[in-house]
């Protein structure tokens, strides 16, 4: 028994001491005087305007301040995040007093400020107003002279850096701006795990082609890898989190607010989303727009990586926040016959659930599912789930949150197995 103990402790030992200097090789590889991404924390507890647009500043000035960004007559675009009609207080889109704190100092610096998204759904005029009202942005621009974005047109671009999409279909005023600063929200994400500042520049895709876009990548790699290039050409000068109140649990529309009291910012939104995904309690590299810009060396991955100024990530950290549950995993890969493979795979696989009762009947569902595998009938949708790619849409933009996800008991099991 006495041997047995030390035989343990001998291997523990020697599995700490290599990790340790894994870690100092690691460092030694770091170039001299490469410097590390900035993320700059700054406590904010709730919305009352001058709070605020001191966190902002004060993010801006841990940042290097506004004039190292910002010049007299840019045309600065806010990629805000306004997934679909929500008011402010259900913490599913960029708050409206945020966005105006931001709005009026890049003003105040001589810039001409553009608010702009393209929600979920038809990208039109008629949609956009109705967003804009709900979401507060109408407001924004009275109080501040900012422009709201009603310009509908879509261009192609082409980009031979970008890893899967050579050629993408954007949002016109991505082209009439000379600076763009994404604006996110601090959310989970039912498909994603989570949601931040590089899945909020898939706004930059024009409405419904984002289904396609879904339908085209249904594998969660693709997706995220879409996601990461779109971000890459996207190209925001500067990405700010609006985590003073971010959504748990059925994230990205059906989850409940939670306060976290942080305002977040970065010159990388990889690394943005590296200090907001661990504030919430995730392992950074089990999200996956993360794991695709660690696989393509964009970001590292690490919090050790990066030089936190404002204020220490450890005092922002929240307990017990409410994320995703693990949405598919194929357990018996290389275990089973390929026949049985596919259709327990499938069996395990998450599936969304409509609750009839809560549903009016919108068709919203049906409208945003890319593979069209949902038909209504009667007024209540119906899923074929032989082609449900599982991307969730449903869930995202369903405006009575009537649709759950169903994770199966085995696949539960499973897990703590």
């Known amino acids: 028994m006495s041997n047995n103990i030390i035989d343990y402790s001998e291997n523990y030992i020697s599995y700490i001491f290599y990790h340790i200097s894994k870690r100092i090789e690691e460092l030694k590889l770091r170039k001299v005087g490469e410097k590390m991404e900035k993320v700059s924390l700054v406590r904010c507890e709730d919305y009352e ?7 902002v500043l004060q993010s801006f000035c841990n940042l290097g301040g506004i004039e190292k960004y910002i010049q007299r007559g840019d045309r600065v675009l806010l990629k805000v995040n306004l997934l679909m009609k929500k008011k402010p207080e259900e913490a599913a889109t960029t708050h ?8 009026e100092i890049l003003m105040e610096h001589g810039a001409q400020v553009i608010i702009g998204d393209s929600p979920g759904g038809p990208f039109h005029e008629k949609q956009l107003r109705g967003v804009y009202r709900v979401c507060g942005m109408e407001e924004v621009a009275e109080k501040t002279g900012a422009q709201l974005n009603y310009d509908t047109g879509q261009v192609e671009v082409k980009d031979d850096t970008l890893k899967l999409l050579k050629n993408l279909t954007v949002i016109k005023v991505l082209q009439d701006v000379d600076k763009v600063i994404s604006v996110s929200k601090l959310k989970t994400h039912g498909m994603a795990l989570f949601t931040g500042a590089v899945k909020n520049m898939f706004g930059i895709i024009p409405g419904l082609l984002k ?11 693709d997706f995220s890898d879409v996601l ?11 990405s700010f989190m609006d985590g003073i109140v971010g959504m748990e649990g059925d994230g990205p529309s059906a989850g409940t ?20 995904s661990s504030i919430i309690g995730l392992d950074p590299r089990e999200v996956p727009t993360i794991q695709r810009s660690m696989e393509r060396n964009i970001c590292k991955g690490n919090l050790e990586d990066i030089e936190f100024v404002g204020g220490k990530i450890e005092d922002f950290r929240v307990k017990k926040y409410k994320v995703p549950k693990i949405r598919s995993v194929n357990f018996f890969h290389g275990r089973l016959p390929r026949f049985l493979e596919r259709p327990m795979h499938r069996l395990l696989q998450p599936r969304p659930v409509f609750l009839h009762d809560q549903c009016s009947g919108c068709g919203d569902c049906q409208e945003s599912c890319p593979p069209k595998t949902i038909t209504m009938i009667h007024h209540r949708p119906v899923v074929n789930l032989e082609h449900c790619i599982r991307c969730f849409c449903c869930q995202e933009l369903c405006p009575q949150k009537a649709v759950k996800i169903h994770r199966p008991w085995l696949l539960h099991r499973l897990v703590q197995w």
């Open 211 to 221: 289904v396609e876009y879904h339908f085209k990548m249904s594998n969660i790699v």
């Open 257 to 276: 607010p939670r306060k976290i009291g942080a305002v977040i910012a970065s010159t990388s939104p990889y690394h943005l989303d590296v200090a907001a």
């Open 228 to 238: 990461v290039d779109i971000c890459k050409y996207a190209n925001p000068i500067l």
């Open 96 to 103: 409206p007093i945020f966005v105006r704190a931001l709005a």
């Open 49 to 55: 305007y001058e709070k605020v647009k001191e966190a």
